[in-house]
């Protein structure tokens, strides 16, 4: 069965940090990009960050540039999300996603959120 298993979120102030994890289990992960997205309420959901399954090469969205990290564990299943100063703009349900695409075939499968909620 595959899952992606997010936790970590919570509330925190802001200025905080918190360390999201993604487990996934049930397929061949380390084969795969993960990334992960944001949905605020009333908005888009959006990318964060990404991390490509061969090279371990990173992208992130402009507005969590050197506040964000993503990084993936050796056996390539669980990646994290460490977020630092933290600000109110950053609460939203985080997801975790795991995408590859082999010839006209996409594989796709995302987790069922974790809440983030940055307040005083």
């Known amino acids: 069965q595959v899952q992606l298993v997010e936790s970590g979120g919570g509330l925190v102030q802001p200025g905080g940090s918190l360390r999201l994890s993604c487990a996934a289990s049930?397929?061949?992960?380390?084969?795969?990009?993960r990334t992960w997205y944001r949905e605020a309420p009333g908005k888009e959901r959006e990318l964060v960050a990404t991390?490509?399954?061969?090279?371990?090469?990173?992208n992130y969205a402009d507005s969590v540039k050197g506040r964000f990290t993503i990084s993936r564990d050796n056996a390539k299943t669980t990646v994290y999300l460490q977020m630092n100063s933290l600000e109110p703009e950053d609460t939203a349900m985080y997801f975790c996603?795991?995408?590859?695409?082999?010839?006209?075939?996409?594989?796709?499968?995302w987790g069922q959120g974790t809440q983030v909620t940055v307040s005083s």
């Open positions: 991390i490509t399954s061969i090279s371990g090469s990173t």
């Open positions: 996603n795991a995408y590859k695409k082999v010839g006209g075939r996409k594989y796709d499968y």
């Open positions: 049930g397929f061949a992960v380390s084969t795969y990009d």
